[in-house]
């Protein structure tokens, strides 16, 4: 089945610790984007990447890092900067330029402790 | 910079009565509008998109209408079924030739639920 995954569903981690969210799609989908959900809030844009090695800061980078290395990958690192980490981390995908909807994974529910 | 402000936060409804969700946005160049509907654990799934060159465009029980000028698009829910609930967002994005690059601005999402 094509789709995109991301795990693990849930994620435990102590303060001060970094942590790697994967997130990985056969869509054959060039552009790829990280997402932050809070409750009460809409999704809130932390990097996307139009093709691989390269990529861009959303609205919330601060305190994250990712990689495009492969096409089909789009890891992002939660680092011990990210003053709030705690959340629901959604990874999407869409296929290009004029291809307008973005697919979404299951989503990754990290809780910093 | 885009925004989207999404209303109401919550919305309960019977079922079979109509649901409307209203979104308002203030980048006059956004021409791509699509609505996501989420369930409890899972990612947001689209169910309904307009662009700025039409202003309805229906599938079966959902609707989408767009005022351009007004700058507010909204979603229309007819015939409401249990299953309708959900966390719904609408977007706007800046797509083909624009700066953004499919780069989708959400609303603050409503939670709909419909009462059997």
């Known amino acids: 089945d094509g789709g995109i995954t991301q795990s693990p569903k849930y994620l435990f981690r102590k303060e001060g610790q970094n942590v790697t969210l994967s997130c990985e799609q056969n869509l054959n989908h060039d552009a790829m984007y990280w997402y932050r959900q809070d409750p009460g809030q809409g999704l809130r844009l932390i990097y996307y990447s139009q093709i691989v090695n390269d990529f861009q800061k959303g609205d919330i980078a601060e305190g994250y890092s990712v990689s495009r290395e492969k096409k089909e990958s789009f890891p992002l690192t939660v680092t011990s900067a990210q003053k709030n980490p705690t959340a629901f981390y959604l990874c999407?995908?869409?296929?290009?330029?004029?291809?307008?909807?973005?697919?979404f994974g299951p989503g990754t529910r990290l809780t910093v402790l | 910079g885009e925004n989207v402000e999404q209303h109401p936060s919550t919305l309960s409804v019977q079922e079979g009565d109509s649901a409307v969700i209203k979104c308002t946005y203030s980048d006059s160049a956004s021409n791509y509008f699509p609505w996501y509907k989420q369930e409890l654990g899972k990612g947001p799934q689209l169910i309904i998109d307009i662009r700025s060159n039409v202003g309805e465009k229906k599938d079966q029980r959902i609707a989408v209408t767009l005022n351009k000028t007004a700058k507010h698009f909204s979603l229309h829910i007819t015939e409401t079924q249990p299953e309708d609930s959900a966390v719904y967002f609408c977007?706007?994005?800046?797509?083909?030739?624009?700066?953004?690059?499919?780069?989708?601005?959400f609303g603050q999402g409503t939670i709909l639920t419909v009462h059997p």
């Open positions: 977007a706007a994005s800046i797509q083909a030739g624009g700066t953004s690059y499919g780069k989708l601005t």
């Open positions: 999407a995908s869409s296929s290009g330029r004029d291809a307008n909807e973005q697919f």
